[in-house]
């Protein structure tokens, strides 16, 4: 066989030399900010923040993250999964009647809650009377403590694809994760510790049950958080978590404007990154979503994006 060899012309290797730099200055380090569910106001300031958190290292990052809707998932294969509170509407813990009037405060206020013609001020009355009935209602069923466990193992919670590598990464590289929930934090816990991830790094502000000596459910612990009054639990909550001081740099996580406020308590803040996770009404919510988060994700029932970005902060290669 005769092999045919075609002179090279001369300028050939200087153009594939410029077009290799050219690629590499092109390249993007995070691929995952380039789909089109990922929208952002403006790309260079999200780059310049991920590489001042990069610079600053592991030592000086924290993240915050809300839960429901947040580090769940909203929904699989067009079914909604459920809240914290709706995992509680099991017939091991409540009654039929119970679960209707549950249902019923869900659809009239959860409108209200996602609703881009309201602020957080006129939603704030609507959200403290949903949480209150909510919670009269679940006292009212002397719920047991030692049922918790039982229902969330027969409830289709979970959490968004790539959870595993989220909190272990974070626990290898010392990160604290603060979970910052309106849910119930009782419930909240036996979720990830059925997803086998509830690490020492993890630390949850949320709404706790108060049980009696023999454990039923008797009253919720402190002030209530519901949506849209995170900062004060934020302010509120700040000096007590030690293991969160001297670390300014926050990636923040969450699915409603009220989250956020979930860095406010943040002493000395330098960077923080905002990703929202906008899953629902995403037409009417877009634009507001897009000038209050630095990445939002539509649709996006994975935490690809976030684990991309703490993979780059949290190492030192770069
Ligand atoms: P989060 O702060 O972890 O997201 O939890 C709050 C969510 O809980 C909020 O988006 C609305 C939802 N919720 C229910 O699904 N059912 C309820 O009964 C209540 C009071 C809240
Ligand atoms: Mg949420």
Known sequence: M??????????????????????????TKFPELT?????????????????????AGAGSLQVISDFDMTLTRF???????????????????IDEDCTKKMRELLNTYYPVEIDASRTAEEKMPFMVEWWT???????????????LAQAVKESSAMLRDGYKLF??????????????????????????????VFYPNVHIVSNYMDFDQTGVLRAFKGQLIHTFNKR????????????????????LLGDSLGDLTMADGVSERQTILTIGFLNDKVEERKESFVNSFDIVLVQDETMDVANSILRYVTSSRY
């Not at 009935?133 to 049922?147: P, T």
């Not at 909190?167 to 997803?195: C, M, W, Y």
């Not at 293991?243 to 990636?251: C, M, Q, S, T, Y």
Request: glycine share 4%.
């Open 167 to 196: 909190f272990n990464h974070l626990t290898k590289q010392e990160v604290p994760l603060l979970i910052f929930s309106a849910g119930v934090g009782d419930v909240l816990e036996e979720v990830i510790r059925q997803h086998r």
């Open 133 to 147: 009935e909510v919670h009269e209602l679940l006292i009212q069923q002397r719920i047991r403590k030692d049922m």
């Open 232 to 251: 004060d639990s934020a302010l509120s909550h700040a000096a007590g978590l030690r293991e969160l001081k001297g670390r300014p740099n926050v990636l």
């Open 75 to 93: 929904a699989l294969n067009g079914k909604r999964v459920p809240t914290t509170h709706n995992i509680l509407a099991n017939q091991l813990l």
């Open 2 to 27: 005769q092999m045919c060899h075609l002179p090279i012309p001369w300028f050939y290797t200087p153009v594939r030399a410029v077009l290799k730099v050219w690629q590499q200055l092109t390249k």
């Open 35 to 55: 789909q089109s569910s990922v929208l952002m106001r403006e790309r260079s300031r999200v780059e310049e923040k991920i590489h001042a958190m990069q610079r």
